[in-house]
C-alpha cells in the first residue's frame, strides 16, 4: 500500500521534475543573451556557447541537480532542438 | 598441370629478394605515423567536435588517400599487389610462428596485411561518420562557425536550405555517432594486436621491425 503510493507520488512529480529544465521545441532566442536568460530561467546556467554541425550547442550545468547538460539550438529559430547529458 | 610452388619460401640464396624492406619508403613511413598520431589524439586526446579533432580528422583522410594512391602508384612493396588480403596465408603464418620458423616474404606478411586491411576499413568507418556528424563541414567552416558563436552573431550559422530537424535526423545522428566511437575504439584494440603482433615478428624474424618503419639504413 505504501508502495503504492510513493509510486503515483514519483510518477506525479515527474511532470514537475520535467518541466524544471528546457524542452525540445522551446523558443530560447537567436542571440547568446536572450537564450542565456530564457536557459537560466528554465533551470540551466549556461557556461559557454558553442557551435556543432550548424547548430549553436549551449553548455549549461541543471541547478536541480548539478549535471552538465548540452542543449542544441537551431540558429534560425531559436528553438531548442535536442537536449543531452553531457558524457565523460 | 601447374606443379605447386611455395612463393617467397626464404632460403639461404634467395632470401634478400624475398625480405621484406629493411627500411619502408617514406610515403608508407609518413602515412603510417601521421594516421597512428590522428588516431591516437582524436581517440585520447582531443574535445569530441572540435575544430582540433575535426582538423585531425581531415589530415587522416588525406593521409589514408595518399596511402591509397601509393598503393597503386607507389614502389612494388608498397602496392596493393604485393599483399593481397590472403586469410589462408594469415593463419598459416600465425601458425608458423607458434613454430618459431616463418616464410619471409617481399612486402607484408599475410598476417599483418590483414591487420592492414582491417586498419583502414575502420578508419575509412571513422572518417565517413565523422564527416556525416559535421555535415562534412571543413576544418576552415568549423573554424569560421566558432569564431560567429564566439563574437555572438548566431546568423552565420543559419544555411539556407536548412529546415527546421526533425527528432528522426537528431536519432541518426546519435547511431551515427556511436558508430563514430565503436569503431574508433576498435582502431586503438587493432592498434594494441599490430603492436603486439610487430614485438613478435621482430623476434621470430630476427629483423627490427620497427627500425624499418622509422630510421632504419637502407639495404639492399
Not at chain 1, 6 to 21: C, E, G, H, K, N
Not at chain 2, 65 to 83: D, K, T
Not at chain 2, 87 to 112: E, I, K, M, T
Amino acid at each position: 500500500m505504501k508502495l503504492k503510493f510513493l509510486t503515483i507520488l514519483a510518477l506525479t512529480s515527474l511532470p514537475m521534475a520535467a518541466a524544471a529544465m528546457p524542452a525540445v521545441g522551446d523558443m530560447v532566442g537567436t542571440d547568446p543573451d536572450t537564450a542565456k536568460a530564457a536557459l537560466e530561467k528554465a533551470g540551466c546556467t549556461v557556461n559557454d556557447f558553442e557551435a556543432e554541425d550548424g547548430k549553436i550547442e549551449a553548455k549549461c550545468t541543471d541547478t536541480a541537480t548539478n549535471k552538465a547538460m548540452e542543449i542544441y539550438i537551431d540558429p534560425a529559430t531559436g528553438k531548442v532542438a535536442d537536449i543531452k547529458a553531457t558524457e565523460d | 598441370m601447374a606443379t605447386p610452388r611455395t612463393i617467397s619460401r626464404a632460403s639461404a640464396s634467395g632470401r634478400a629478394s624475398t625480405s621484406p624492406p629493411s627500411l619502408w619508403d617514406p610515403v608508407v613511413r609518413l602515412t603510417h605515423w601521421g594516421i597512428a598520431a590522428a588516431v591516437l589524439l582524436n581517440a585520447l586526446v582531443t574535445e569530441k567536435g572540435s575544430l582540433t579533432h575535426v582538423s585531425l580528422g581531415w589530415l587522416a583522410m588525406a593521409l589514408l588517400v595518399m596511402r591509397v594512391v601509393w598503393g597503386v602508384l607507389g614502389p612494388a612493396e608498397a602496392r596493393f599487389s604485393a599483399f593481397l588480403p590472403n586469410p589462408a596465408a594469415a593463419w598459416r603464418h600465425l601458425r608458423q610462428l607458434l613454430s618459431g620458423r616463418v616464410d619471409h616474404y617481399p612486402s607484408h606478411n599475410p598476417a599483418g596485411a590483414l591487420m592492414i586491411y582491417a586498419f583502414w576499413a575502420s578508419l575509412a568507418v571513422v572518417i565517413a561518420t565523422g564527416l556525416y556528424a559535421t555535415g562534412g563541414a571543413t576544418p576552415m567552416q568549423v573554424a569560421a562557425d566558432n569564431a560567429a558563436v564566439a563574437s555572438g552573431d548566431w546568423s552565420a550559422l543559419i544555411k539556407e536550405s536548412d529546415g527546421e530537424s526533425s527528432k528522426e535526423d537528431s536519432g541518426l545522428r546519435d547511431t551515427i555517432l556511436e558508430v563514430h566511437e565503436v569503431a574508433a575504439n576498435l582502431l586503438l584494440f587493432l592498434a594494441a594486436l599490430h603492436i603486439g603482433g610487430v614485438f613478435v615478428e621482430s623476434r621470430v624474424m630476427r629483423r627490427n621491425l620497427l627500425k624499418a618503419m622509422t630510421f632504419g639504413d637502407r639495404r639492399k
